[in-house]
């Protein structure tokens, strides 16, 4: 299983970009898509995540302003990041997690497989 997240920039705050992710070796209605990011100096943080059965899940931080979606055909997750703040900036990470039962969502552990991360830049 391999994970290419891209799209990754530099934006000004309110500014928006849309990250894909996009999944090898893996049936997206069969597992789940988290996304996380890293922040210098700082602890890996829970974004959001989209289960097998379609279903999303954000950080308070995040909610209202980023939307998880998914095409099954493309085999690739979507992160919308509108409304984007200075604080949002950070490495991204997409990671795939086999299994189609509840998991917690915000749990590293809960993912098998991580892709390689996406800078991404807010400027105020």
């Known amino acids: 299983v391999q994970l290419q997240a891209c799209g990754g920039g530099w934006v000004q705050a309110g500014g928006s970009l849309r990250l894909s992710c996009e999944v090898s070796e893996f049936t997206l209605h069969e597992g789940r898509i988290g996304w996380f990011r890293q922040a210098p100096e700082k602890e890996r943080e829970a974004v959001g995540s989209?289960?097998?059965?379609?279903?999303?899940y954000y950080a308070d931080s995040v909610k209202g302003r980023f939307t998880i979606s998914r095409d099954n055909a493309k085999n690739t997750v979507y992160l919308q990041m509108n409304s984007l703040k200075p604080e949002d900036t950070a490495v991204y990470y997409c990671?795939?997690?086999?299994?189609?039962?509840?998991?917690?969502?915000?749990?590293?552990?809960?993912?098998?497989?991580w892709g390689q991360g996406t800078q991404v830049t807010v400027s105020s």
């Open positions: 990671a795939a997690g086999v299994g189609s039962g509840p998991y917690l969502w915000g749990l590293p552990q809960e993912y098998d497989y």
């Open positions: 989209i289960s097998s059965a379609g279903r999303t």
